[in-house]
Protein backbone atom coordinates (compact mmCIF):
# COMPACT_ATOMS: atom_id res chain seq x y z
CA UNK A 1 0.00 0.00 0.00
CA UNK A 2 1.07 3.63 -1.14
CA UNK A 3 0.59 6.18 1.28
CA UNK A 4 1.16 7.41 4.82
CA UNK A 5 -0.74 5.48 7.79
CA UNK A 6 -0.80 7.02 11.17
CA UNK A 7 -2.64 4.09 13.12
CA UNK A 8 -4.11 4.77 16.97
CA UNK A 9 -1.09 7.41 17.88
CA UNK A 10 -0.86 8.54 21.17
CA UNK A 11 1.66 11.19 21.83
CA UNK A 12 1.86 12.82 25.27
CA UNK A 13 3.75 15.99 26.78
CA UNK A 14 3.61 14.91 30.70
CA UNK A 15 -0.16 14.95 31.55
CA UNK A 16 -1.45 16.45 28.41
CA UNK A 17 -1.94 14.51 25.42
CA UNK A 18 -1.31 16.35 22.32
CA UNK A 19 -2.92 13.68 20.08
CA UNK A 20 -5.43 11.05 21.21
CA UNK A 21 -5.43 7.58 19.40
CA UNK A 22 -5.60 9.41 16.05
CA UNK A 23 -5.74 6.94 13.38
CA UNK A 24 -5.77 9.10 9.80
CA UNK A 25 -4.46 7.72 5.82
CA UNK A 26 -2.96 10.05 3.67
CA UNK A 27 -2.89 8.39 0.00
CA UNK A 28 -0.51 8.68 -2.37
CA UNK A 29 -0.66 11.15 -5.08
CA UNK A 30 -2.55 13.85 -3.59
CA UNK A 31 -2.34 17.25 -1.91
CA UNK A 32 -3.33 17.62 1.47
CA UNK A 33 -4.50 20.37 3.83
CA UNK A 34 -3.39 19.58 7.63
CA UNK A 35 -5.84 21.77 9.30
CA UNK A 36 -6.67 22.64 13.22
CA UNK A 37 -6.61 25.13 15.15
CA UNK A 38 -3.25 26.53 17.55
CA UNK A 39 -3.11 22.97 20.09
CA UNK A 40 -4.77 21.28 17.81
CA UNK A 41 -1.88 18.89 17.04
CA UNK A 42 -0.45 19.88 14.06
CA UNK A 43 2.80 20.07 14.47
CA UNK A 44 3.06 17.16 16.78
CA UNK A 45 1.85 14.90 14.26
CA UNK A 46 4.38 16.63 11.54
CA UNK A 47 6.92 15.83 14.23
CA UNK A 48 5.98 12.30 14.41
CA UNK A 49 5.90 12.07 10.36
CA UNK A 50 9.28 13.12 10.25
CA UNK A 51 10.64 10.94 12.83
CA UNK A 52 11.79 13.97 15.35
CA UNK A 53 9.07 12.64 18.12
CA UNK A 54 7.98 9.08 18.39
CA UNK A 55 4.58 8.10 19.71
CA UNK A 56 3.66 6.63 23.24
CA UNK A 57 1.39 4.57 21.45
CA UNK A 58 0.52 3.21 18.06
CA UNK A 59 2.74 3.62 14.93
CA UNK A 60 3.20 5.65 11.97
CA UNK A 61 3.82 3.58 8.39
CA UNK A 62 5.08 4.87 5.34
CA UNK A 63 4.24 2.76 2.24
CA UNK A 64 3.38 -0.16 4.36
CA UNK A 65 7.20 0.36 6.72
CA UNK A 66 7.26 1.49 10.19
CA UNK A 67 8.59 5.02 10.12
CA UNK A 68 10.20 4.91 13.85
CA UNK A 69 14.18 4.20 13.36
CA UNK A 70 13.66 3.18 9.66
CA UNK A 71 15.94 4.68 7.42
CA UNK A 72 14.05 3.26 4.40
CA UNK A 73 10.70 4.84 5.58
CA UNK A 74 12.61 7.86 6.09
CA UNK A 75 14.38 8.29 2.68
CA UNK A 76 10.44 8.54 1.54
CA UNK A 77 9.50 11.76 3.21
CA UNK A 78 10.76 15.40 4.18
CA UNK A 79 9.23 17.83 6.35
CA UNK A 80 9.67 21.37 6.00
CA UNK A 81 9.00 22.80 9.42
CA UNK A 82 8.32 26.39 10.97
CA UNK A 83 11.41 25.98 13.38
CA UNK A 84 14.75 26.60 11.73
CA UNK A 85 17.03 23.32 11.47
CA UNK A 86 19.57 24.83 9.04
CA UNK A 87 23.09 26.24 10.28
CA UNK A 88 22.38 30.28 10.35
CA UNK A 89 26.28 31.32 9.69
CA UNK A 90 25.99 29.14 5.93
CA UNK A 91 25.81 31.15 3.13
CA UNK A 92 22.53 29.84 1.32
CA UNK A 93 25.37 28.53 -1.63
CA UNK A 94 26.67 26.31 0.94
CA UNK A 95 23.15 25.28 2.51
CA UNK A 96 22.18 23.72 -1.02
CA UNK A 97 25.78 22.23 -1.74
CA UNK A 98 25.09 20.31 1.74
CA UNK A 99 21.70 19.83 1.38
CA UNK A 100 22.64 17.74 -1.84
CA UNK A 101 25.21 15.63 0.09
CA UNK A 102 22.51 14.32 2.49
CA UNK A 103 19.81 14.13 0.14
CA UNK A 104 20.79 11.92 -3.14
CA UNK A 105 17.69 13.52 -4.65
CA UNK A 106 17.94 17.04 -4.34
CA UNK A 107 18.14 18.92 -7.44
CA UNK A 108 20.89 21.47 -7.20
CA UNK A 109 20.42 23.20 -10.20
CA UNK A 110 16.31 23.82 -9.68
CA UNK A 111 17.14 25.02 -6.07
CA UNK A 112 19.75 27.46 -7.74
CA UNK A 113 16.94 28.25 -10.18
CA UNK A 114 14.00 28.86 -7.69
CA UNK A 115 16.84 30.96 -5.75
CA UNK A 116 17.41 33.49 -8.90
CA UNK A 117 13.75 33.09 -9.62
CA UNK A 118 12.56 34.72 -5.78
CA UNK A 119 15.69 37.00 -5.97
CA UNK A 120 17.37 34.89 -3.27
CA UNK A 121 21.08 36.24 -2.62
CA UNK A 122 22.93 32.86 -2.77
CA UNK A 123 26.35 34.39 -1.14
CA UNK A 124 23.91 36.04 2.37
CA UNK A 125 23.99 33.93 5.37
CA UNK A 126 21.24 32.46 6.50
CA UNK A 127 21.13 34.77 9.31
CA UNK A 128 21.29 37.79 7.13
CA UNK A 129 18.17 37.08 5.27
CA UNK A 130 14.87 38.64 6.25
CA UNK A 131 11.86 36.21 7.48
CA UNK A 132 10.58 35.79 4.52
CA UNK A 133 13.24 34.51 2.58
CA UNK A 134 14.40 32.65 5.47
CA UNK A 135 11.26 30.92 4.69
CA UNK A 136 11.13 30.80 1.35
CA UNK A 137 14.58 29.15 1.27
CA UNK A 138 13.30 26.46 3.06
CA UNK A 139 10.71 25.97 0.75
CA UNK A 140 13.34 25.99 -2.34
CA UNK A 141 14.77 22.92 -0.60
CA UNK A 142 11.38 21.44 -0.27
CA UNK A 143 10.73 21.90 -3.58
CA UNK A 144 14.05 21.00 -4.92
CA UNK A 145 14.06 17.63 -3.55
CA UNK A 146 12.14 14.43 -5.29
CA UNK A 147 10.68 12.76 -2.94
CA UNK A 148 7.29 11.02 -3.09
CA UNK A 149 6.15 12.68 0.58
CA UNK A 150 6.93 16.62 1.57
CA UNK A 151 4.87 17.73 4.31
CA UNK A 152 5.17 21.91 4.58
CA UNK A 153 4.75 23.08 8.41
CA UNK A 154 3.27 26.90 7.76
CA UNK A 155 5.09 26.99 4.34
CA UNK A 156 4.44 31.02 3.66
CA UNK A 157 5.24 32.42 7.00
CA UNK A 158 6.50 35.68 6.35
CA UNK A 159 5.89 35.88 2.89
CA UNK A 160 4.32 38.46 0.80
CA UNK A 161 0.93 38.15 -1.63
CA UNK A 162 3.37 38.05 -4.48
CA UNK A 163 5.60 35.47 -2.77
CA UNK A 164 2.79 33.40 -1.46
CA UNK A 165 1.17 33.22 -4.86
CA UNK A 166 4.38 31.83 -5.82
CA UNK A 167 4.75 29.43 -3.46
CA UNK A 168 1.28 28.50 -5.16
CA UNK A 169 2.22 27.82 -8.14
CA UNK A 170 5.19 26.10 -7.88
CA UNK A 171 3.86 23.52 -5.75
CA UNK A 172 1.26 22.99 -8.18
CA UNK A 173 3.59 22.93 -11.15
CA UNK A 174 6.13 20.71 -9.29
CA UNK A 175 3.03 18.34 -8.32
CA UNK A 176 2.01 18.25 -12.38
CA UNK A 177 5.32 17.22 -13.54
CA UNK A 178 5.41 14.05 -10.86
CA UNK A 179 2.74 12.45 -9.01
CA UNK A 180 3.60 12.49 -5.24
CA UNK A 181 2.11 13.46 -1.93
CA UNK A 182 2.33 17.19 -0.78
CA UNK A 183 0.61 17.68 3.20
CA UNK A 184 0.61 21.66 3.87
CA UNK A 185 -0.36 23.05 7.54
CA UNK A 186 -1.52 26.30 7.20
CA UNK A 187 -3.51 28.97 8.48
CA UNK A 188 -4.30 30.68 5.65
CA UNK A 189 -7.15 28.15 4.71
CA UNK A 190 -9.17 30.01 2.06
CA UNK A 191 -5.58 31.31 0.28
CA UNK A 192 -4.21 27.62 -0.36
CA UNK A 193 -7.79 25.88 -0.94
CA UNK A 194 -7.51 25.80 -4.45
CA UNK A 195 -4.44 23.44 -4.48
CA UNK A 196 -5.75 20.88 -1.77
CA UNK A 197 -7.83 17.90 -2.71
CA UNK A 198 -8.61 16.84 0.67
CA UNK A 199 -8.00 17.66 4.33
CA UNK A 200 -7.66 16.93 7.60
CA UNK A 201 -8.79 18.54 10.30
CA UNK A 202 -7.30 18.08 13.59
CA UNK A 203 -8.92 19.32 17.04
CA UNK A 204 -7.51 18.37 20.24
CA UNK A 205 -5.59 16.53 19.34
CA UNK A 206 -8.01 14.11 17.84
CA UNK A 207 -9.25 13.49 13.95
CA UNK A 208 -12.66 15.94 13.65
CA UNK A 209 -12.85 15.20 9.69
CA UNK A 210 -11.48 14.03 6.60
CA UNK A 211 -13.32 15.11 3.41
CA UNK A 212 -12.30 16.31 0.23
CA UNK A 213 -12.62 19.59 -0.76
CA UNK A 214 -15.18 19.74 -3.49
CA UNK A 215 -17.39 17.67 -1.23
CA UNK A 216 -17.44 20.36 1.29
CA UNK A 217 -18.35 22.25 -1.04
CA UNK A 218 -20.93 21.23 -1.92
CA UNK A 219 -22.28 20.70 1.19
CA UNK A 220 -21.52 23.79 3.46
CA UNK A 221 -23.43 27.02 3.52
CA UNK A 222 -24.88 30.22 4.68
CA UNK A 223 -28.92 30.53 5.32
CA UNK A 224 -29.96 33.96 5.70
CA UNK A 225 -33.16 34.93 6.19
CA UNK A 226 -36.85 35.58 8.26
CA UNK A 227 -35.92 32.89 11.42
CA UNK A 228 -39.24 30.91 10.72
CA UNK A 229 -38.57 30.54 6.70
CA UNK A 230 -34.70 29.54 7.77
CA UNK A 231 -35.84 26.91 10.61
CA UNK A 232 -37.60 25.60 7.96
CA UNK A 233 -35.20 25.03 5.26
CA UNK A 234 -32.64 23.41 7.75
CA UNK A 235 -34.37 19.76 8.18
CA UNK A 236 -31.97 16.93 7.43
CA UNK A 237 -28.70 19.11 7.84
CA UNK A 238 -26.02 19.24 10.40
CA UNK A 239 -26.56 23.08 11.94
CA UNK A 240 -22.99 24.49 13.06
CA UNK A 241 -23.94 27.71 14.38
CA UNK A 242 -26.48 30.18 14.54
CA UNK A 243 -26.75 33.97 14.78
CA UNK A 244 -29.95 35.91 14.90
CA UNK A 245 -30.38 40.03 14.64
CA UNK A 246 -34.00 41.31 15.28
CA UNK A 247 -35.99 38.97 12.76
CA UNK A 248 -33.55 37.99 10.49
CA UNK A 249 -31.34 34.24 11.85
CA UNK A 250 -27.92 33.28 10.00
CA UNK A 251 -27.89 29.37 10.19
CA UNK A 252 -24.44 27.57 9.04
CA UNK A 253 -25.36 24.59 7.73
CA UNK A 254 -23.40 20.87 6.51
CA UNK A 255 -25.69 18.52 4.21
CA UNK A 256 -27.14 18.97 1.03
CA UNK A 257 -28.16 22.21 -0.43
CA UNK A 258 -31.87 23.14 0.67
CA UNK A 259 -34.39 23.38 -1.51
CA UNK A 260 -36.20 26.90 -1.47
CA UNK A 261 -39.72 26.94 -2.39
CA UNK A 262 -41.02 29.37 -4.85
CA UNK A 263 -40.65 33.40 -3.09
CA UNK A 264 -38.64 31.95 -0.21
CA UNK A 265 -36.72 35.08 1.46
CA UNK A 266 -34.01 33.11 2.43
CA UNK A 267 -30.45 33.14 1.05
CA UNK A 268 -28.35 29.94 0.24
CA UNK A 269 -24.64 30.96 0.14
CA UNK A 270 -21.68 28.42 -0.03
CA UNK A 271 -19.72 28.54 3.15
CA UNK A 272 -15.94 29.36 2.73
CA UNK A 273 -13.60 26.50 4.18
CA UNK A 274 -12.13 28.65 6.60
CA UNK A 275 -15.67 29.77 8.17
CA UNK A 276 -16.69 26.04 8.02
CA UNK A 277 -13.57 24.74 9.76
CA UNK A 278 -13.91 27.47 11.91
CA UNK A 279 -17.53 26.51 12.75
CA UNK A 280 -17.06 23.10 13.32
CA UNK A 281 -13.91 23.53 15.93
CA UNK A 282 -16.20 26.15 17.42
CA UNK A 283 -19.31 23.50 17.51
CA UNK A 284 -17.06 20.51 18.79
CA UNK A 285 -16.29 23.44 21.69
CA UNK A 286 -19.16 24.60 22.59
CA UNK A 287 -22.06 23.02 21.07
CA UNK A 288 -24.72 24.90 18.72
CA UNK A 289 -26.50 27.70 20.64
Same mark, same amino acid.
Given at each position: ??G ?9 YGS ?15 I?G?L ?9 L ?11 E?A?F??G ?6 GGA??R ?7 DF???D ?5 Q????A ?8 P???A ?9 T ?7 KGY ?20 E ?6 A ?12 A??Q?? *?T ?5 ? %?? &?EAA? @?? #? +? ?11 QE ?8 A ?14 A ?7 Q?L????T ?7 P ?5 ? *? ?6 ? %?? &????? @?? #? +? ?6
Amino acid at each position: MRGIEVRGVTKRYGSHAALQNLSVTFDFGKIYGLLGRNGAGKSTLIGLLANRLFPDEGAVFIDGQPATENGGARERIFCMSEADFYDKDLKIQDQFRWTARFYPTFDLPRAHALAKQVGLNETRRFSALSKGYQSFFKLIVALSLDLPYVVFDEPVLGLDAAHRDLFYRLLLEAFQQKE *RTYILASH %LI &EEAAG @LM #E +EVVLLHRGALLLQEEVETLRRQAYRLTGPAAEVEACCAGGRLLGRQSLGGLQTVYYLGEKPALPVGS *RVQADPLP %LQ &ELFIK @LT #E +EESEGVA
